[in-house]
């Protein structure tokens, strides 16, 4: 079995194109936005009412992603690529359970939701059609993420990055003709078409690679592997949780403080998000390198895996920070020209660049631990994160008028607590876990590097031939 690898070629071969996967929704998401905003204030806000609910509720799922990939990445560096396939199998069945239930859900429950969502009966109403058709969507949106997952396992990214080509260059292409010819709804149709197409595709490469490398063992779901998977979810589902109690306050908070200061917060929290994307590409590299090497074996490989990722993921961290350092009087003003919002803007722009200099460490890690499967720590971290520094401190800045910087104070004292919190961890060593069994934690101890060689892939390589490990999970992934 070859080593593991992770230099800066390797990690970009992983990177880049999941970056492209990660940005190209919220990129498709601006394009409708821009349609449907020329047919009106009331469409306009029918779509972001609809929009908010279907994110809340894929958002909360994308353990199916990365719980998934944490999973087959072991599997597969262990030369079992068979296994790592029927993770995606299994995970894929959770999505198509889950989907259908929450599809269900949200389709009858449309009209009450939208109705908490706005007062305006027109919006409500408009809102509710999207939300009903849209809500087919649902289903291939999460079979979308298990075959990211179990792709990325496999140090596949370049095929995942086709098949959303596949489903978001039509869903562009479609979006303004149906918008033109049957309004607000055709923006639906066309998400559940461009939704369709990608998780088509990602169950076509599941059928075929199970074909290739399957063992004849039951497709049916298997709960011996859904259980675990579920255990994850779990963990991480809290976790997410936790990011939307902390995001959600941030901007509660800000539209007390006023209009400048609520427009201001979210032009800097559009530029996090995107910051967000870049560093959360090189996380993703980290959690398929990270759990290939524990599942071959090998935790001294992991650790090498996971400091080459947090010198590359520092680095970028380091260059956006500089970046909008240097940028500081432009950025802003591409976004608004109100000299108010730029006045509110000034000091806090300063913490969004100690926010990137601190995300990029606090991602690679993010990566690091979610390769080695080690949620429950991360959930924990999280949570109290957000409850010992991030409620406490933008609660108070509206309490004592400490405007929009005591908010972004908040939200930088929620970063550097999940960085002291996954920097122990990952130092001490005990999310080092070898073997294939990432269902539960098992005993919280790292084996030692003395004896790690024993195991290490590079001294005992893989017997048995038809196993058919593939290419090393280099980031090249498999033709």
């Given at each position: ?8 070629r390797e990690?970009l071969?992983?990177a880049?194109p ?15 936005t821009?349609?449907v905003?020329r047919?009106?204030a009331?469409d306009?806000a ?6 908010t609910v279907?994110?809340?509720v ?12 944490a999973?087959s990445?072991?599997?597969f560096g ?5 296994g790592a396939?029927?993770?995606?199998i299994q995970a894929t069945w ?6 259908v239930?929450?599809?269900v859900?949200?389709?009858v429950?449309?009209?009450w939701?939208?109705r ?7 919006v409500a109403a408009?809102a509710t059609r999207w ?10 949106a ?6 990211n ?6 140090a596949?990214?370049?095929r995942p ?5 596949v489903?978001?260059v039509?869903?562009?292409v479609?979006v303004?003709v149906?918008v033109a010819?049957v ?7 066309a998400t559940?078409?461009?939704e369709t197409?990608?998780a088509l595709?990602?169950l ?5 690679n199970?074909?290739r490398?399957?063992?004849?063992r039951p497709v049916?779901?298997q ?16 976790r997410?949780?936790?990011f939307q109690v902390?995001?959600v306050?941030a901007?509660?908070v ?5 209009p400048a200061?609520l427009a201001?917060?979210?032009v ?5 998000n995107?910051?967000?994307?870049v560093?959360?590409?090189?996380a993703?590299?980290?959690?398929a390198?990270v759990?290939?090497?524990l599942g071959?074996g090998?935790?001294?490989?992991a ?19 500089a970046?909008?350092a ?6 802003p ?5 109100d000299?108010?919002v730029l006045a509110?803007m ?12 601190v ?10 631990l ?7 720590f991360?959930r924990?971290?999280?949570v109290?994160s ?5 409620i406490?401190?933008?609660?108070l800045?509206?309490?004592?008028d400490?405007?929009?910087?005591g908010?972004?104070?908040g939200?930088?004292a929620?970063?550097?607590l ?5 920097l ?5 060593g005990?999310w080092?876990r070898v ?8 005993p ?6 003395a004896t ?5 892939p ?6 048995d031939?038809?196993?058919d490990?593939g290419?090393?999970p280099?980031?090249?992934?498999r033709p």
């Open positions: 079995m070859p080593e593991v690898r992770a230099g800066t990690i071969g992983l880049w999941a970056l492209i996967v990660l940005a190209a929704t919220p990129l498709y998401l601006l394009w409708d821009a349609v905003g047919l009106g009331v306009l029918a779509l972001a009412a609809g929009a279907l994110a809340q894929t958002t909360q799922l994308t353990f199916l992603s990365y719980g998934t990939t999973r990445a072991r599997r262990a030369g079992d690529r068979t396939v029927y993770e995606g959770v999505a198509l359970g889950v989907g239930v929450l599809a859900v949200v389709g429950a449309a009209p939701i939208c908490v969502l706005t007062g305006d009966a027109a408009d939300l009903r058709v849209v809500s087919v969507a649902v289903v291939p999460l079979v979308t993420m298990a075959g997952g179990w792709l990325r396992g496999t596949d990214t370049r990055l086709y098949f959303t080509l489903g978001v039509p869903m562009a479609i303004p149906a010819r309004g607000l709804v055709g923006s639906a149709y559940v078409t461009g197409l990608t595709c990602f076509g490469a599941l059928v075929v199970w074909r490398h399957g063992d004849g049916r779901p709960w011996s592997v859904i259980g675990p998977q579920l255990v994850l979810g779990r963990d991480l589902i809290v997410s949780l936790s902390a995001f306050s901007a509660a800000a539209g007390r403080i006023g200061a201001a917060h979210q800097m929290l559009q530029l996090w995107f910051l967000s994307l560093l959360d590409s090189v993703v590299a980290a959690q390198l759990g290939a090497a071959s090998s935790a001294r490989a650790r090498s895996v996971g400091a080459t990722v947090l010198r590359f993921s520092t680095v970028a961290g380091v260059v956006l920070a970046l909008l240097a940028g500081h009087t432009v950025v003003a591409l976004f608004t020209t000299a108010d509110t000034a000091v806090p722009w300063w913490l969004l660049v100690v926010l990137a200099l995300g990029g460490v606090v991602f690679a890690l993010d990566g690091v979610l390769g080695a499967s080690d949620v429950a991360l924990n971290a999280t109290v957000v409850v010992v520094g991030f406490p401190l933008v609660w800045s509206l309490a004592f400490w405007g929009l910087t908010v972004w104070c939200l930088l929620f970063l550097c999940r960085l002291a919190a996954v122990a961890r990952y130092r001490s005990r080092a073997g294939t069994g990432t269902g539960h934690p098992g919280d101890h790292a084996p030692d590097p790690d060689a024993g195991t290490d590079a001294t005992h390589p893989a017997t031939a038809a196993s490990p290419p090393a280099d980031g090249r992934g």
